[in-house]
C-alpha cells in the first residue's frame, strides 16, 4: 500500500511539473496564443472570486443595498476581472515576445520556475492553515510572486542609453512585427528600470537602491500572470489529491 501511495504522488508531482513546463512553452512558442488564453483565464476565473469576495466586502461599505445588491456586485466585479485580464494579457505579450531566442527561453524557464514555486506554496497553505488556493493566489500571491521574478529579472544588464536610442528610433521598422515590439519593449522597460535605480542610489546607496528596483520595477506586474497559473496549477494538484484519498477511503471502508 505505501508503494502505491508513493507511486500516485509520484505522478501527481509529474503531472504538476509537466502541466507548468506546458504552459511555458506555450508562453515561449506561441505568446498571442498564451496571452489569449491569459485573458480568458483571468477573466473567467476573476468574475467568480470578484463576486464572492464583494459579497463579503458590501456589508462593509454599505448597511442597506436592497435588491440591486446582486448586480452591482455582477457589475462590478465583472468589470474589475474584465480590467485584470487585460491588463494580464498585456503583460503577458511584453514580457514573452521578443527577437532574441535565449533571452525568451530563460525568461519562459524562470516562469515555470515561479509558477511551481507559487504552487507548492499555496498547496502547503492549504495543507497547514487550510487556505483556499484560488481565493488566497488570486488576490495574495502576484505580489510576492511578482517580485521574486523581478528580482531574478535584475540580473539582465541594462542597455545604455545610445542603445536604447538606436534600436527604438532607429532600427525598429515603421510596422514593426509583435516580436520586434516587444524586444524594443523588452529594452525600453529594462532601461527605465535602471535609470529609476540610479536615480534612487544617489539618496540611498547603490545596495538599497537595487531592492527599490527589484520593488519597483515593470516585471512585478508578471506576478499577477503566474498567481493565475500557479492557481490553477494548485487547484488540479489538490484535486488529483483529494481524489486519490477519497478512493483510498473507500477501500479502508470496504475492507
Known amino acids: ?10 505522478v501527481i508531482v509529474a503531472c504538476e511539473l509537466a502541466l507548468a513546463m506546458a504552459a511555458g512553452w506555450l508562453a515561449w512558442q506561441m505568446p498571442l496564443v498564451f496571452s489569449a488564453a491569459t485573458v480568458l483565464l483571468a477573466v473567467g476565473l476573476g468574475f467568480a472570486l470578484e463576486i464572492k469576495r464583494l459579497a463579503f466586502e ?27 485580464g487585460v491588463v494580464a494579457g498585456l503583460v503577458s505579450l511584453m514580457t514573452f515576445t521578443g527577437t532574441e531566442p535565449s533571452r525568451l527561453m530563460f525568461v519562459a524557464g524562470l516562469f515555470v520556475v515561479v509558477v511551481l514555486i507559487g504552487s507548492t506554496l499555496l498547496r ?10 484560488a481565493n488566497w493566489g488570486f488576490f495574495r500571491m502576484a505580489v510576492p510572486l511578482g517580485l521574486l521574478f ?43 528600470d535602471d535609470l529609476i535605480v540610479k536615480l534612487v542610489a544617489t539618496y ?10 527589484i520593488v519597483a520595477g515593470s516585471n512585478v506586474l508578471v506576478g499577477f500572470v503566474i498567481a493565475i497559473y500557479a492557481v490553477l496549477l494548485s487547484e488540479v494538484v489538490r484535486t488529483m ?15
Not at 502547503?124 to 488556493?133: Q, V
Not at 540611498?204 to 528596483?213: F, Q, Y
Open 241 to 255: 489529491e483529494e481524489a486519490h484519498w477519497r478512493v483510498r477511503g473507500n477501500r479502508k471502508i470496504r475492507d
Open 124 to 133: 502547503r497553505m492549504t495543507i497547514s492553515f487550510g487556505a483556499r488556493p
Open 58 to 84: 458590501t456589508p462593509f461599505y454599505f448597511e442597506r443595498t436592497g435588491g440591486i445588491g446582486a448586480v452591482l456586485r455582477a457589475v462590478v466585479g465583472g468589470g474589475q476581472a474584465l480590467l485584470k
Open 150 to 192: 523581478s528580482a531574478v529579472m535584475s540580473f539582465f544588464p541594462p542597455p545604455s542609453s545610445v542603445d536604447v536610442v538606436r534600436q527604438v528610433l532607429l532600427d525598429l521598422p515603421q510596422r514593426p512585427s509583435i516580436a520586434q515590439a516587444g524586444e524594443a519593449l523588452f529594452s525600453l522597460r529594462l532601461w527605465i
Open 204 to 213: 540611498t546607496g547603490p545596495e538599497w537602491a537595487k531592492v527599490v528596483g
Open 1 to 10: 500500500m505505501f508503494l502505491i501511495h508513493f507511486l500516485i504522488n509520484v
